[in-house]
């Protein structure tokens, strides 16, 4: 009695995968700001807000080398990270 139960089987479509799943390095192209990033981690007893600029470089280098979607890096919580634009830079350093 080995016949399959398929009431009304519906095929499976894969799909993309959500925001956070994203290619492996295969080519080591980030390797180098990856283990910045992890020797930071390492001296700072792995507190990760002491190492924000090691990871900004870090996902800055896998979208560049599209092993991630580019988002803007206000949006991945790096806003107090960014140069200000050019034009709010002049205002600023105006007396």
């Avoid at 799909?15 to 799943?21: F, M």
């Avoid at 992890?38 to 507190?47: H, P, T, V, Y």
Wanted: with cysteine; aromatic share 10%; proline share 8%.
């Amino acid at each position: 009695m080995s016949t399959a139960m398929n009431f009304g089987s519906k095929t499976f479509k894969p799909r993309a995968p959500d925001k956070g799943s994203f290619p492996l390095d295969h080519f080591g192209e980030c390797k180098a700001f990856k283990e910045k990033f992890m020797k930071c981690l390492r001296e700072n007893s792995f507190d990760n807000s002491r190492c924000r600029l090691q990871s900004k470089d870090y996902l800055e280098c896998r979208m560049d080398h599209q092993l991630m979607t580019r988002e803007p890096m206000e949006k991945l919580g790096f806003k107090d990270l960014m140069d200000p634009p050019p034009s709010q830079a002049d205002k600023d350093s105006k007396p």
